[in-house]
Structure formats: structure tokens, C-alpha cells
């Protein structure tokens, strides 16, 4: 940005009345965020309370962003063009997946910038078909060497970047979740965030929800969910044991 000339605004500490003043004040065209920032811009009410026209497009990154997110987003600011999601990595050199403006995949993360290279592999490190979810693997002629004192990274020059994604026909990928995330149930890999999304998506009035494994006897570990919001507790209880996909424990912080 500074290369083009565009004046950058950098808020050194989040503050909700400090964000929404730097952004009316200086009147934003364009914002990098994370996606808990994007959560505050969706459901927060004092964000009604100032001009936002300004804003035209929206770059989030750094966690998976859920769709749903985006485009209730694009619904609270209309004036915002486009939201777009980006993907990088320090050891490759940054930002190494790019999404065309007026993209309507919204849950991409976009296609490899030229030079790089993506695959996503099964656990015996086999290359997957389209739609198919694994690792993310990625090369560049930007890659690191390896990190400091832990030697090389493979010799042939690809990264293992610890995201489970799938790719699709036309080379958009997808990132759905974090390797190290999962929770072994029963010899299954269960991913978290479609338990939350589930929940999310199928109880009213749930504002917030997070999964996380517990160990639970023989079974190794069982999903444990919790919700936040002002919701019965039993409505949610029924879903996930009508739910045969989802086996969780649920404990609830509940809106006072």
C-alpha cells in the first residue's frame, strides 16, 4: 500500500470506541482484520452508531472465516464492495494465495499467486483428488530454508502447513480446519468447526460456540461444546442427540 501511495492508519491498540473512531475519523476504504474483529463489525450495536461508508473492502485472515460470517458482514455494511479472505504464511513467504475482486466464493481463500505451488495429501502424504480434505502442503520460490537450529524443510522444498483444506476443480482452495485441532473419537477424526457451525446454525439465539476434546474412558476423547448465549439448554441437548453425527458434552455460559 505504502508503494502506491496510499496512506496507512495503523491502531496499536483495539479498543472498540478507538476502532470505530480511527475508521469514521480517517474515513477507511480499506481494512485487514481477523475474524474476531469481523465478529465485533457484525454484532456489535454501537457499530450503528457511526459512518462506515467510507469502507469499501474488507481483507480477513489470519483463522478460517466462516461464510456465513462474510456475508452477514456484507449485510451490516453495504456500502463494503467485496470481503475477501486471505491465506499466508511467514515461511513462505507471506501472502501466497490471492482472490479476484468480485470473487463470489466467499469460503475461498483464493487461488496459489503464480510461483506457488499447492496439493493437498492424504495421512500417508499421497496427493488427494479435488474436493477430497487433507494437509495443506505448499512450495515457492519464496519458501524458507527451515526454521533455525530444526534443520532444512523437505528437501524437495514443500511445507506442511498444518491446515486441513480441500481444493476444487478450478484450483480455489478451502481451508477447513487445523490438523492439530481434531479430535480422535472413537478412531474417528472429528473436526470441531462443523460442530460449532452445526450448532450455531441450528439452535436460535446462539451467539457463540466452541468444541474441544476431553478424554472420555475407551473412546479416547468426546467432543465438548460450549455455548454462549440465551438459549435453553435442553434445545440444544435434544439437537446434538437427534444429531447422530455430533456425540458431545455440553456445558453452557449463559447470558445473565
Known sequence: MLVQGVTVVINKKFTEATFLR?????????????????????KHPAVDNY?????????????????????ALKERLPDVQDVVQLYGLTEAGMLIFTTPVGNTRLSSVGRPMPGVEAVVVGEGKECLKNNEIGEL???????????LGHGDINPDGWLQTGDLARIDDEGFVYIVGRIKDMIKVRGWQVNPYEIEEAIKANIADVKDCAVVGVEYGKDGHRPKAFVVG??????????????????????FRLKH
Open 22 to 42: 480511527i475508521l469514521t475519523e480517517y474515513k477507511i476504504t480499506i481494512l485487514n482484520i481477523v475474524p474476531t474483529i469481523l465478529d465485533f463489525l457484525i
Open 51 to 71: 459512518d462506515l461508508s467510507a469502507l469499501k473492502f474488507i481483507f480477513v485472515g489470519a483463522a478460517k472465516c466462516e461464510e456465513s460470517h462474510l456475508r
Open 137 to 147: 502442503v505448499v512450495r515457492s520460490p519464496s519458501m524458507m530454508e527451515g526454521y
Open 230 to 251: 440465551d438459549v435453553d439448554k435442553n434445545d440444544v441437548i435434544n439437537f446434538v442427540k437427534g444429531a447422530k453425527e455430533i456425540i458431545a458434552d455440553l456445558s
